[in-house]
């Protein structure tokens, strides 16, 4: 079963930079698909980067700003969010898609507030 596992959300003011991280563990394989998805109360889970294959897909929303990173021998894809708005705040979560198979981690919270 593959597990995933988040770390580095927190409140930022506006402006202000983090990193996201997202480590797979349970399986020797690279996923077919890896990146991030947003949410917000009261809306759908949105994307907001992530690979497909070699291919890299951002929303509009977040182009220029952030910028999303894979390695592929860890297992892992982080976000480095840039010029942070109150808009992006919401619960970000990893996935990963194996096959017909998808997994979510259990989301971390980013808040841009001041």
């Known amino acids: 079963q593959v597990q995933l596992a988040e770390s580095g959300g927190g409140l930022v003011q506006p402006g202000g930079s983090l990193t996201l991280s997202c480590a797979a563990s349970?399986?020797?394989?690279?996923?077919?698909?890896m990146g991030w998805y947003r949410q917000v109360p009261g809306q759908e889970r949105e994307l907001v980067a992530r690979y497909v294959g070699a291919i890299i897909m951002y929303a509009d929303s977040v182009k220029g700003r952030f910028t999303i990173s894979r390695d592929y021998a860890k297992k892992t894809v982080s976000l480095q969010m840039n010029n942070l708005k109150p808009d992006d705040t919401g619960v970000y979560f990893c996935n990963a898609v194996y096959g017909p198979s998808k997994y979510w981690g259990q989301g971390t919270q980013v808040t841009v507030s001041s």
């Open positions: 349970g399986t020797v394989y690279s996923a077919d698909a």
